[in-house]
């Protein structure tokens, strides 16, 4: 028996990972062309993985079980096969896109500091976004450009755009639970118990900004990724537009969800415009 049966296998629990962790991205991967499904589902398995370590496993040993992940990364990569079949599966696409190396370092180097506490200022701030959402959204781009530098490179600032405004809406929406349960404050010089209109409203501009440059992107995408990609960003901006309209303390109150029947109805409203062209 050929190892074909294991490679396929071992993108099927990247895709049952994804489905599991997140609908909304799920949705958006569904519409992708099925060219695309494959390594999307890989990318987002693995840093799921690592992100689940470092934000979940509590009663074990995050570190060791980090560091771990990180080898088995790394032999993985030069092996071109694990045991482990999420990293498996994601040293395929690394290999079959080119994924630069420079966007894995920067990746695991995020997760390690959120093995530890941090006191987030600006510059480390933005080499945390970088390397937790930017480079995820660069290892995306890889599998949509597949092979074309032209378009990857015409297409990296937007792309970086995209990740990082989806990261900060994540830490906008969590900032209650990131604080009291793993004492982290992500926004640079933010003290939580000052959380007020104007705090909340610089970081929204920021945001919304990250997201009008995306969309410029977006609408550049190859036809077989551009739907899914949409899709995602119309669920996480609508998600933002309910996290604009709440009062700060609303906000500290506890996680803003968008329920399942309205994100049925941004898959349908955005698949409709897809096909009318009204990206």
């Known amino acids: 028996m050929s190892i074909a ?35 999307i589902y890989s990318i987002y398995g693995y840093v799921r993985l690592g992100d689940e370590i470092v ?3 509590h009663g074990h040993d995050q570190k060791q079980l980090f560091e771990e992940y990180e080898r088995d990364t790394w032999l993985a990569i030069e092996r071109k096969i694990s045991t482990n079949p999420i990293i498996h599966s994601f040293q395929e696409v690394y290999h079959q896109y080119n994924i630069d190396r420079e966007l894995l370092v920067a990746f695991l180097h995020s997760m390690k500091l959120d093995l530890e506490e941090q006191k987030y200022d600006a510059e480390l701030f933005e080499k945390y976004i970088h390397g937790s959402a930017e480079v995820v ?43 009291s349960d793993k004492g982290r404050i992500y926004f640079p010089h933010l003290d939580f118990s000052k959380f007020d209109k104007k705090a909340k409203e610089i970081i929204e501009d920021d945001i919304q900004q990250e997201f ?18 949409y899709i995602a960003y119309k669920y996480y901006t609508k998600l ?22 309205l994100k049925l109805f941004i898959l349908t409203k955005s698949f409709a415009r897809y096909k009318l062209n009204l990206l």
């Open 5 to 39: 049966l294991y490679n396929k296998t071992t993108r099927e629990c990247n895709a049952i990972i994804t489905k599991r962790y997140s609908t909304s991205f799920s949705l958006g991967i569904k519409m992708l062309g099925r060219q695309y499904q494959n390594g």
């Open 55 to 57: 934000d979940s496993f």
């Open 137 to 179: 959204g660069l290892m995306c781009l890889k599998v949509f450009c597949d092979g074309n530098e032209e378009m990857y490179e015409r297409l990296m600032q937007p792309a970086k755009k995209l990740g990082s405004a989806l990261q900060k809406v994540n830490f906008l929406r969590d900032i209650k639970d990131d604080f």
């Open 212 to 229: 009008d440059d995306a969309l410029e992107g977006i609408k550049q995408l190859p036809d077989g990724s551009r739907i899914g990609v």
């Open 240 to 261: 933002f537009k309910k996290i604009r309209r709440k009062k700060p303390q609303q906000v500290l109150k506890g996680r803003i969800r968008i329920n399942n029947l």
